[in-house]
């Protein structure tokens, strides 16, 4: 049997030693804290997951493939520094009946050892990826996988933390269907009355909103027939980061991945329908929803592609903490969308204060 040390496998961005790649990294021309673009990194961090998971469905199925179903809880501890390399670092946490779970450890070296464990490394963000494996004569039917061994604690605890994340998602996708409690509740109940003055100047969701349009050619392809899943985030990400711009005056970074989904693999032809809003704000921090819709080139196909939620933070120049207004859903679904928010911003809370 396999153990997860087996499966670990790593990739070096060299931004220190490539001139070329550092400005490709770049969100502005200029020197300033945190000037990184977070979802060229997205895309890596997919494409190595994919990698790693891919490495050890071969082994036992030739032909087999394997897509991203989610991505959960990207936690970013650290702004990056786009003078120094990155590595990144996989391994297989956890493989159930036709799924794998891969951890990836974001690392910054430091500058002048380039050693990952020094103590001047930095530790940007833990990324944990759900994949599964496919196989068959559409390779669209998923295919079962023999289990990992977790011969050390260790691997044993990366192996439990997995099953256990997997249930609180559960859990946590069926607590968004469960009604308001009285406290959140009383919270839309002041929201809604706020907006009932005839004064009030506050900003209101239904405003807070970006989309764009765009269709997918071959040069997205990843695999046969499907468009990169990591294209399709670092775009969602991207309209994101601008939309939360809106309520964001001095400048906004990323804070966290809450989730990502992809429920529809996405083709050449198909025209995608971008879409991100404000949907909850608190203190400095701003969580921004997008969906991606896909429609098939001959329009008998409408479904929903990818949803995400990203938290972004309002700094200054100095990365200090600047504050954010708050948002005002005057709809049922704003009320959907500001509650859900707000649960998943609640879970992070004691994170997000020290980025």
């Given at each position: 049997m396999t153990t997860p040390t087996e499966t670990s496998a790593y990739r070096t961005l060299p931004l220190g030693s490539d001139p070329k790649l550092r400005r490709r990294y770049m969100v502005a021309d200029e020197e300033i804290p945190g000037n990184f673009r977070f979802g060229l990194l997205l895309e890596e961090l997919d494409i190595l997951a994919e990698q790693t998971a891919l490495g050890y469905v071969r082994r036992f199925h030739p032909e087999g493939k394997v897509v991203t179903a989610a991505i959960d809880n990207i936690m970013v501890r650290h702004v990056v520094d786009v003078t120094r390399d990155?590595?990144?670092?996989?391994?297989?946490?956890?493989?159930?009946?036709?799924?794998?779970?891969?951890?990836?450890?974001?690392?910054?070296?430091?500058?002048?050892?380039?050693?990952?464990?020094?103590?001047?490394?930095?530790?940007?963000?833990?990324?944990?990826?759900?994949?599964?494996?496919?196989?068959?004569?559409?390779a669209g039917e998923s295919i079962p996988l023999p289990p990992l061994e977790y011969p050390g604690e260790l691997e044993q605890r990366r192996a439990a933390k997995a099953v256990a994340g997997r249930e609180e998602y559960r859990q946590q996708q069926a607590s968004l269907l469960s009604p308001p409690s009285l406290e959140e509740y009383e919270m839309l109940d002041r929201l809604h009355r706020t907006q009932e003055d005839p004064a009030f100047a506050g900003i209101r969701a239904g405003r807070l909103v970006t989309d764009a349009?765009?269709?997918?050619?071959?040069?997205?392809?990843?695999?046969?027939?499907?468009?990169?899943?990591?294209y399709l985030i670092r775009r969602a990400y991207e309209l994101s980061a601008i939309c939360s711009e809106q309520v964001a005056a001095n400048r906004s970074i990323i804070a966290a991945v809450n989730r990502i989904n992809?429920?529809?693999?996405?083709?050449?032809?198909?025209?995608l329908h971008f879409t991100s809003r404000v949907v909850f704000t608190s203190e400095s921090f701003v969580c921004v929803e997008a969906s991606i819709e896909r429609i098939s080139r001959d329009r008998t196909v409408n479904a929903l592609s990818n949803s995400c939620l990203f938290t972004f933070v309002n700094v200054d120049r100095e990365l200090k903490h600047?504050?954010?207004?708050?948002?005002?859903?005057?709809?049922?679904?704003?009320?959907?969308?500001?509650?859900?928010?707000?649960?998943?911003y609640q879970s992070l809370a004691g994170h997000y204060r020290m980025i």
């Open positions: 990155i590595v990144l670092y996989a391994r297989i946490n956890h493989v159930g009946r036709s799924s794998l779970e891969i951890g990836i450890r974001v690392e910054q070296p430091a500058a002048a050892t380039r050693d990952p464990h020094s103590a001047d490394s930095l530790h940007i963000a833990s990324c944990y990826f759900t994949m599964v494996a496919r196989g068959g004569p559409a349009w765009e269709r997918m050619y071959p040069e997205q392809e990843y695999v046969p027939q499907r468009i990169f899943g990591g992809f429920f529809h693999p996405v083709r050449i032809g198909d025209k600047q504050p954010v207004p708050p948002v005002y859903p005057a709809t049922y679904r704003e009320d959907a969308r500001y509650l859900e928010a707000y649960r998943s």
